[in-house]
T-cell receptor, first 115, second 115 residues
Framework: DSGVTQTPKHLITATGQRVTLRCSPRSGDLSVYWYQQSLDQGLQFLIQYYNGEERAKGNILERFSAQQFPDLHSELNLSSLELGDSALYFC??????????????FGPGTRLTVL | AQSVTQPDIHITVSEGASLELRCNYSYGATPYLFWYVQSPGQGLQLLLKYFSGDTLVQGIKGFEAEFKRSQSSFNLRKPSVHWSDAAEYFCAVVAFSSNTGKLIFGQGTTLQVKP
C-alpha cells in the first residue's frame, strides 16, 4: 500500500458526459501528479500540483482540468468525454516540488470506460 | 527530448530462472531512474530507484538494477524468479523542466513466468 488513495476504482459513463476522479496523497506529501495509461499511448504525464498551485502541464486535453484543495487532495475533471478517453488514470504523490530528485508514489488508479 | 526504451515487450522465463529486463534512456544530464511494477488490476509499485552513488541498487522483492552511464542503461535483474513476479514492469526517468520533474515511462515489459 503506497498510502495514495484514488476513488472511484471503476467508472463507466457515456460519451459527452463529465466525470470527476479523486486522489488523496500520502500524508505529508504536497505534490500530486496525474498520469493517463492507455494501450496506444502508454503512461503519460497529464498535470502536477504542488501545495494547491498548478506546477506543470503535460499532454492534457483542454477538456480536462484539475485542482488541488487546501487539504491537498486533488480532483481531475474530464468533460465532453469521448471513446478515446477510456483509460486508467493514476495519481502519484511526492513530498517535494518536483524540481529535486524525489520519488513519486502511485495510487491504485481509476479505470474509466466511456461507452 | 528525454525518452525511455524497453526493447522487450514480452518476456517468458521459467520459475527459478534468472531474469534481466532491459531499459535504455536518453537524457542529457544525470538521470534519476526508477523501476515500477504493475500487477494485473493494480497500481504502480516502486521496485527501486537510482539517484546517485553506487551504480548497483537493491530494491524490494529481491530485485536489483545496475546503472551504466556509458551504455545509457538501467537494467533490472533478479537471480531467481517466482511465479508471483508475473506482471508488467516499467522503467522511468525524471524529466526536469523549468518548474517540475515529470516521469517519462518506457512502454513496459510484460513478464510471464512458466511453472
Amino acid at each position: 500500500d503506497s498510502g495514495v488513495t484514488q476513488t472511484p476504482k471503476h467508472l463507466i459513463t457515456a460519451t459527452g458526459q463529465r466525470v470527476t476522479l479523486r486522489c488523496s496523497p500520502r500524508s505529508g506529501d504536497l505534490s500530486v501528479y496525474w498520469y493517463q495509461q492507455s494501450l496506444d499511448q502508454g503512461l503519460q504525464f497529464l498535470i502536477q500540483y504542488y501545495n494547491g498551485e498548478e506546477r506543470a502541464k503535460g499532454n492534457i486535453l483542454e477538456r480536462f482540468s484539475a485542482q488541488q484543495f487546501p487539504d491537498l487532495h486533488s480532483e481531475l475533471n474530464l468533460s465532453s468525454l469521448e471513446l478515446g478517453d477510456s483509460a486508467l488514470y493514476f495519481c502519484a504523490s511526492s513530498s517535494r516540488t518536483g524540481r529535486e530528485a524525489d520519488t513519486q508514489y502511485f495510487g491504485p488508479g481509476t479505470r474509466l470506460t466511456v461507452l | 527530448a528525454q525518452s525511455v526504451t524497453q526493447p522487450d515487450i514480452h518476456i517468458t522465463v521459467s520459475e527459478g530462472a534468472s531474469l534481466e529486463l532491459r531499459c535504455n534512456y536518453s537524457y542529457g544530464a544525470t538521470p534519476y531512474l526508477f523501476w515500477y511494477v504493475q500487477s494485473p488490476g493494480q497500481g504502480l509499485q516502486l521496485l527501486l530507484k537510482y539517484f546517485s552513488g553506487d551504480t548497483l541498487v537493491q530494491g524490494i522483492k529481491g530485485f536489483e538494477a545496475e546503472f551504466k552511464r556509458s551504455q545509457s542503461s538501467f537494467n533490472l535483474r533478479k537471480p531467481s524468479v517466482h511465479w508471483s513476479d508475473a506482471a508488467e514492469y516499467f522503467c522511468a526517468v525524471v524529466a526536469f523542466s523549468s518548474n517540475t520533474g515529470k516521469l517519462i515511462f518506457g512502454q513496459g515489459t510484460t513478464l510471464q513466468v512458466k511453472p
